[in-house]
């Protein structure tokens, strides 16, 4: 199996003549956004900013040597991933959401207040993973009760605004469990197929990029008011939210 595949023509996202025309250098200032009345502003949490943003941002290390991907069969887990909080605090917004690593549940509130609307965590890979001999992602998740729509994605690189292969699915409806496989104690296992991942930075997408199998670097999950493009999540709620995440493998 090739180890690089293009993102599949099947995501009409990905061709939306309103993703960006070429990658930007500094998404975060080429973003339009809607603004919310100053009186109703929720004071910008710097220090959470910093907390969050720093986990995932390193200098420049010329020196360091590229760890060899470990390679995953269908059926491997990525192993106890480490997930930490990355919300919209990074673009001045204010909703606010913590993973416990113990439990596995990540928990929140989504708000649209300071133009924003988005929660997600991300993990930071000790070594890259190299899933290019599988299908796709299957995701182990024990939802709140309420139908919710979430992203999934991955990362080949480790930018911190690089692109996020993304792709988005839900749980917690009657529906949904049709679809998804239901396990005990409320877990729906949701499977995505790398070919249906598009290619993103910030929802918007990203043109003739290809994913890179071999090198996943990070995984990512987020509960999004939009989807991509400038569409919205039919789904969006703003409040409170709770989804644990049991694994995260390959099939």
Do not use: C, H
């Not at 590229?66 to 106890?80: I, N, P, Q, T, Y």
């Not at 133009?115 to 709140?144: C, H, M, N, W, Y």
């Not at 480790?158 to 998804?180: D, M, Q």
């Amino acid at each position: 199996m090739a180890s690089q595949r293009k993102a599949s023509s099947v995501a009409d996202a990905a061709q939306d003549s309103s993703g960006w025309t070429n990658r930007p250098a500094v998404p975060e200032l080429q973003q339009k956004r809607s603004v919310t009345p100053k009186e109703e502003r929720t004071p910008w949490d710097w220090k959470r900013f910093v907390s969050q943003s720093s986990k995932f941002v390193e200098p420049p290390n010329p020196f360091k040597k590229r760890e060899d991907a470990r390679v995953l069969a269908a059926g491997d887990s990525f192993g106890e991933l480490q997930l930490f909080p990355l919300d919209d605090v990074v673009m001045g917004g204010a909703s606010a959401s913590t993973f416990d690593n113990d439990s596995r549940e990540w928990s929140g509130e989504v708000t649209s207040r300071n133009s924003g609307g988005f929660v997600g965590i991300r993990s930071k890979l000790k070594v890259p993973l190299d899933v290019s001999a599988t299908q796709g992602i299957e995701l182990k998740l024990r939802p709140d009760g309420k139908e919710r729509r979430f992203k999934f994605s991955l990362r080949d690189n480790g930018e911190f605004n690089g692109i996020t292969w993304a792709a988005s699915f839900s749980v917690g409806s009657t529906a949904s469990r049709l679809t998804n496989r239901i396990l005990a104690d409320g877990v729906e296992t949701v499977r995505i197929p790398y070919s249906t991942l598009i290619p993103t930075i910030f929802a918007k997408t990203v043109p003739d990029a290809v994913i890179d199998l071999t090198n996943i670097e990070a995984v990512q999950f987020t509960l999004s008011k939009f989807e991509y493009n400038g569409g919205l999540n039919p789904l969006f709620e703003e409040g409170n939210f709770e989804l644990g995440i049991v694994d995260v493998g390959t099939y």
